[in-house]
């Protein structure tokens, strides 16, 4: 069966650190990856998505940037953290091809200070 | 705007009630899903109806589409405590795997 994994679970870092949050994927092959941001209390907003290895497409221009060096790894990261960049992070996939339901992680809570 | 877009807001009903909550959206749509998130955890997807279905049901949920007023509802029935959680409506955008969220109705299912 299939799994989605983040990490780390809560993190917590200064203005101006840098970020870097991990998604890897188990038993399914070249899925559709997402990056979504929640901010509390509202709705999910895609940041990122990718439909192969080095492809990814962004939906909003930010301090943000995503990779995907392999076929089930998905990576956010930030040179320089802002405060506004808190929130639930959430991974997902969805089969290729079909971009139907998606399946999430269990998501990473990110507080800048 | 968001494509999907729920009411109400909140929904707090005793135990063994009936949940009602709808999803409106703007454009034509492939299909609709329901989702699930409790508290600081992942969502989880619930039911999905496509746009040539009128209805479809999960165990005790129950899912209407109405294409022509463009919106969905989501009826849990013998509510649980453990319903308690934020449920959102999500469409695909164009066809092109991406799909977009509704804010959510946070449901309250008081013991």
């Known amino acids: 069966s299939q799994t989605i994994h983040q990490w780390p679970a809560t993190l917590v870092q200064p203005v101006g650190s840098p970020l870097s949050l991990e998604c890897t994927v188990e038993g399914t092959s070249n899925p559709n990856l997402y990056w979504y941001r929640q901010a509390a209390g509202r709705g999910l907003q895609l940041l990122f998505y990718?439909?192969?290895?080095?492809?990814i497409s962004s939906e909003v221009p930010q301090n943000l940037s995503a990779s995907r060096p392999q076929d089930r790894q998905f990576i956010l990261s930030s040179k320089k953290l802002l405060l506004s960049d808190s929130g639930f992070y959430l991974c997902?996939?969805?089969?290729?091809?079909?971009?139907?339901?998606?399946?999430f992680g269990p998501g990473t809570r990110l507080l800048v200070l | 705007s968001q494509q999907g877009e729920e009411d109400p807001q909140a929904l707090s009903i005793q135990e063994g009630e009936n949940a009602t909550m709808n999803c409106s959206y703007k454009t034509s749509i492939n299909n609709l899903q329901w989702y699930r998130q409790n508290s600081g955890r992942g969502l989880v997807h619930l039911i999905l109806i496509r746009s040539n279905e009128r209805e479809k049901h999960s165990g005790r949920l129950r899912v209407t589409l109405d294409t022509s007023k463009k919106s969905s509802s989501l009826l849990i029935t013998a509510s649980r405590a453990a319903d308690t959680a934020s449920y959102f409506c999500?469409?695909?955008?164009?066809?092109?795997?991406?799909?977009?969220w509704g804010a959510g109705t946070k449901l309250i299912i008081k013991p």
């Open positions: 990718s439909v192969g290895i080095g492809q």
């Open positions: 997902a996939w969805s089969v290729p091809g079909g971009g139907e339901t998606q399946y």
């Open positions: 999500a469409t695909e955008k164009n066809s092109n795997y991406q799909l977009i």
